[in-house]
């Protein structure tokens, strides 16, 4: 039985990226209307290391939180605010 086949799944997901990919507006569109299909959101943590841009992770996440460092202290600040 495939995940999106259980009655009643509640989950989220938390994705965690440099930023460095680019997604096409066609994958954007599906995964956002698989998520509302499904009824779970995504937080985005982008680790700040350059160059790095908020544009792509806007197209399908619910949150974003930005850092410097995933270090123990600012991923507690993260999901205990999630």
């Known amino acids: 039985m495939e995940y999106r086949d259980k009655p009643n799944t ?3 997901i938390v994705f965690i990226t440099d930023g460095e ?12 209307k698989e998520k509302e299909k499904l009824g779970f959101s995504l937080f985005s943590i982008l680790i700040d290391v ?14 974003i939180t ?4 995933l270090t ?5 600040d993260i999901f205990v605010s999630f």
């Not at 350059?50 to 949150?63: A, H, I, Q, Y």
């Not at 930005?66 to 460092?69: A, M, S, W």
């Open 10 to 12: 509640k989950s989220d």
């Open 21 to 32: 990919c680019q997604v096409s507006p066609d994958w954007a569109e599906q995964f956002r």
């Open 50 to 63: 350059g160059p790095s841009s908020l544009g792509t992770l806007k197209e399908f996440s619910d949150r």
């Open 66 to 69: 930005t850092i410097k460092q």
């Open 72 to 76: 123990g202290e600012e991923a507690k």
